[in-house]
């Protein structure tokens, strides 16, 4: 798992009070840590088309797949709840576009940033119902 602090910090999960107050409003965006899941990107690059332990090709240990992935799904849980049609997020430090197609609600825009010294990579502009802006027009 790694060291505290260090690898890993204790407040990257969410508790269940946080859930649950972080649904009592509607939001147009989230910007949160991680990603929701169902992530297309995401699904392919971390195997998660299967369960934790058989992913053989993710170095992180069974224990804490299953943690990211139930994170990734509180997160979803919360989108789906405030209606969210954008999320942005840096927790993978590898900047992508892509989107989740919702059956009883719009598709979830998710934008995942870079890390430091990627340039125009770290950031997005958006309005308030998560329109990306081009910065010439902001």
């Known amino acids: 798992r ?6 890993w910090w204790p407040t990257e999960t969410m508790s269940a009070a946080e859930v649950y107050m972080a649904t009592q409003r509607r939001a147009d965006v989230v910007v949160a840590h991680d990603a929701p899941w169902g992530t297309p990107y995401l699904a392919e690059l971390y195997d998660q088309d299967v369960p934790p332990g058989a992913r053989h090709r993710q170095p992180w240990p069974v224990d804490a797949l299953h943690e990211s992935d139930n994170h990734q799904r509180s997160l979803r849980y919360i989108c789906d709840a405030v209606g969210a049609t954008r999320v942005l997020h840096g927790h993978h430090h590898v900047r992508y576009d892509d989107l989740i197609v919702r ?8 934008t995942g940033l870079g890390m430091n010294g990627d340039g125009e990579d770290l950031w997005v502009i958006v309005d308030a119902a998560g329109r990306v802006l081009d910065p010439g027009t902001a």
């Open 2 to 7: 790694g060291t505290e602090y260090v690898d």
């Open 103 to 110: 059956d009883s609600q719009p598709s979830l825009h998710v």
